[in-house]
């Protein structure tokens, strides 16, 4: 029978409402910028059709005895991970025609299990733990299966089953109350303060180079530190969130974080490079060096700029090769 208060079909259109405007905020860190318009589609539809089930089969099982509070609860359950799952079997690239079966079967886990859970009464920190390992064990036995079929190769089943859209954008969040918490005051800054700040310098720096570039100095650092530069370097407005100041003093930590290269001959490397601005016009130096930080803009316009102490071996050479680049990039539009 029905229950009273719960109307499972706007709730459903509500929750994959929700769902859409969360994937198409440009700066949100719930969904990745990379879905095509046909996937932020695909998981709208997915999400509404799942809750709408779900709501419906709660509403006509005579012999349950929900309440609105509690049915909404499951479903919203169902929403939030077939959203999550849903973007963690794009960026897994399982092929499209495997998704829905996938889907499917963790939603119909996480039904049985939540309900089960409410009619027991367990608290619901218990009941959300229990279902987080739910999802999770179900997915990888899942992608299994596709292993078993010939659908994925077991390093497709590596990449994909550890994907986590949850856990990305709870890293997100974190990394973005790091940034709006760190004291400007570099001295007295806790460890973890400082770390941010290394981090965020680095990145920083990082969102003016080639791709190429970032991603050699990306290969330098350990793994749980690529995660936070990353994050950073798409953070919108992130020079604005930091004292300018701290950021040039944060700059002449970096070397501790990025290994030095004994391949790299930084003063042959400067000594060609003060050799190409020294051929190039002022006021050229000075356009390329309009937009960016101050280190990076010393770097550019003083020649006496104390590199060396303020770089590392890597972030020279990439700087160099950048500028370099832009240079050559000026004398094509010229001629």
Not at 18 to 23: D, F, G, N, R, T
Not at 139 to 167: P, R
Not at 212 to 237: F, G, P, Q
Request: hydrophobic residues 40%; aromatic residues 6%.
């Amino acid at each position: 029978m029905p229950i009273e208060g719960f109307d499972y079909k706007a709730f459903a259109q509500d929750l994959s409402k929700q769902a859409l405007e969360i994937l198409n905020q440009k700066d949100g860190n719930a969904a990745p910028s990379t879905l095509t318009d046909a996937e932020k589609k695909n998981i709208f539809e997915t999400v509404r059709k799942f809750c709408f089930m779900c709501g419906e089969a709660l509403s006509n099982d005579p012999q349950l005895k929900f309440n609105a509070e509690q049915a909404s609860l499951v479903t919203q359950f169902i929403g939030e991970w077939t959203f999550h799952k849903s973007i963690d079997l794009i960026n897994g690239k399982i092929p499209p025609a495997n998704r829905d079966a996938v889907l499917q079967v963790i939603a119909a886990n996480i039904f049985n299990t939540a309900k089960l859970a409410i009619i027991k009464n367990m608290p619901q920190d218990t009941l959300i733990n229990l279902i987080v390992e739910k999802v999770k064990q179900v997915y990888s036995d899942e992608l299994q299966k596709l292993v078993k079929k010939g659908v994925l190769t077991q390093a497709q089943f590596d990449f994909a089953v550890n994907k986590s859209n949850l856990n990305d954008m709870v890293q997100k969040n974190e990394d973005d109350a790091n940034i709006a918490n760190i004291s400007e005051d570099n001295q007295n800054a806790s460890d973890k303060d400082k770390k941010t700040l290394k981090l965020a310098a680095l990145a920083i720096i990082m969102k003016k180079l080639p791709k190429d570039k970032a991603n050699a100095i990306l290969n330098t650092l350990k793994n749980d530190d690529v995660v936070h530069v990353i994050n950073y370097m798409k953070m919108s407005n992130l020079e604005d969130k930091i004292d300018h100041s701290v950021i040039i003093k944060t700059l002449e930590e970096i070397k501790k974080i990025i290994p030095a290269s004994e391949t790299i001959n930084v003063p042959r490397l400067l000594k060609r490079y003060h050799k190409l601005i020294g051929a190039v016009p002022p006021q050229i130096l000075s356009k390329i060096a309009m937009n960016e930080r101050e280190a990076v803009k010393g770097f550019i316009l003083d020649s006496k700029f104390p590199a060396a102490d303020v770089f590392s071996p890597h972030v020279i050479q990439a700087l160099v090769t950048s500028i370099e680049e832009k240079i050559n990039d000026y004398k094509k539009e010229v001629h």
